[in-house]
Each structure stands twice: as structure tokens, then as C-alpha cells.
């Protein structure tokens, strides 16, 4: 998995609650992805890093902020968990950008 | 909104069969890549193709790229059971300038079931 892990692979959180999701990788990317997938809908992105503290917006990042305080972690985190963020999260690493994407196994989070 | 999308959304084969899975996009790209994923793991990147590259080859797969169509495929030849995964394009899009976005935008991706 290309040195990449994703913690915690499973969480059931209740509505409203905070939560959040580390990525770390041991590649020494500089380019860090946060997607999360859903039936219908394929895989989108959240938010993206390009070095650190320098982030930006994927196409759904209502309700999600990002931090990048070392190069070896991102770490997504939901605001105030709806039901609509129960999806399957995956990090995503790249050493240049647009480059190939390295996939951890992904965080599979259910908001009740 | 998607920017690649897969045809068939599903494909069912017997092992020794060829498979082709199609993937139409709608802007300008830099690159167009295609990944696999296996259920319940991660996707893994198989292949890039840049928008000045018609055709590429590795191992057992095959990748085509018509910029004027916006479309690419996915050959995989003499399928084998082990290869029954999801298979996803994914493309950079470039801006009018065609500088990239450096962002990858995945479609949603055609199910292959190789029967033994």
C-alpha cells in the first residue's frame, strides 16, 4: 500500500459529533488527497494538500476541514457529522502533481 | 459533477475472454488514468496515458485515448478470475490555458466478474 495507513479503518459516530480521520504516509509525498466513495457516485474529492500547511477545496468539501502540519499526516475532520458524510473515506498520496495516486484501504465511517 | 464515465457499469465474462471497458470524458486533460479495486481495499493505479499518447500496453493490459472523442478504453486480454475487481478511469483536466488542475476526477467506474 505503498506505505500509507489510515486510522481508524472503521468508526459509527452519532450526529453532530465531531470526528476525525488520519492519513499517514511514510513516501515522503508532498501531494495528499482526501476522496470519499459512494454508490452512484464513484469516488470525489474532499480536499487536497500540495505541501505543508498549503491545502485546498475538492468538489465536496462542505461540512470537512483539512490540517497538514507535517509532511507524514493529513488529517481530515468532520465539523458536526451528518448522516450524508456515512460514506467509505480514502487518503491518497502522489509525489508529483496529477502523478499516479497511492490508495490506503480506506476509513469506512457510519454516522447514526 | 463526474467527469469520466465508465460503460458498461457492469460486465460479466467467462476467464480466457477478453474485456473492454470504455471511459468518455468532457474537458481537456492532461492525462487519463485508470485504476482497479478490489472490494474492500483501496484502489491501485494500473495505468497513465498522456493527452499526446494514443495507445499504451502493460502486461495483459491495453489502454486507448481519443482526444478528439474524448474517450479512452481498457482492454484487459485473456481474463483471468483474480482479475474480477471494479475498474475506474480518473482524468486531470486541464484549464484553457491547459495548465493542469493537478487534481484527479474519477467516473464512476464498470464491475468486472471473470467466472472460471
Known amino acids: 500500500d505503498a506505505g500509507i495507513t489510515q486510522s481508524p479503518r472503521h468508526k459509527v459516530t452519532e450526529t453532530g459529533t465531531p470526528v476525525t480521520l488520519r492519513c499517514h504516509q511514510t513516501?515522503?509525498?508532498?501531494?495528499m488527497y482526501w476522496y470519499r466513495q459512494d454508490p452512484g457516485h464513484g469516488l470525489r474529492l474532499i480536499h487536497y494538500?500540495?505541501?505543508?500547511?498549503?491545502?485546498d477545496k475538492g468538489e465536496v468539501s462542505d461540512g470537512y476541514s483539512v490540517s497538514r502540519s507535517k509532511t507524514e499526516d493529513f488529517l481530515l475532520t468532520l465539523e458536526s457529522a451528518t448522516s450524508s458524510q456515512t460514506s467509505v473515506y480514502f487518503c491518497?498520496?502522489?509525489?508529483?502533481?496529477?502523478?499516479?495516486?497511492?490508495f490506503g484501504n480506506g476509513t469506512r465511517l457510519t454516522v447514526t | 459533477s463526474q467527469q469520466g464515465e465508465e460503460d458498461p457499469q457492469a460486465l460479466s465474462i467467462q476467464e480466457g475472454e477478453n474485456a473492454t471497458m470504455n471511459c468518455s470524458y468532457k474537458?481537456?486533460?492532461?492525462?487519463l488514468q485508470w485504476y482497479r479495486q478490489n472490494s474492500g481495499r483501496g484502489l491501485v493505479h494500473l495505468i497513465l496515458?498522456?493527452?499526446?499518447?494514443r495507445e499504451k500496453h502493460s502486461g495483459r493490459l491495453r489502454v486507448t485515448l481519443d482526444t478528439s472523442k474524448k474517450s479512452s478504453s481498457l482492454l484487459i486480454t485473456a481474463s483471468r478470475a483474480a482479475d474480477t475487481a471494479s475498474y475506474f478511469c480518473?482524468?486531470?483536466?486541464?484549464?484553457?490555458?491547459?495548465?493542469?488542475?493537478?487534481?484527479?476526477?474519477f467516473g464512476q467506474g464498470t464491475i468486472l466478474t471473470v467466472h472460471p
Open positions: 491518497a498520496i502522489s509525489e508529483n502533481r496529477a502523478a499516479s495516486l497511492h
Open positions: 513516501e515522503n509525498h508532498r501531494y
Open positions: 494538500s500540495y505541501g505543508v500547511k498549503d491545502t
Open positions: 474537458t481537456s486533460i492532461n492525462n
Open positions: 496515458i498522456r493527452s499526446n499518447e
Open positions: 480518473a482524468t486531470d483536466a486541464t484549464n484553457a490555458g491547459g495548465t493542469s488542475y493537478g487534481k484527479l476526477t
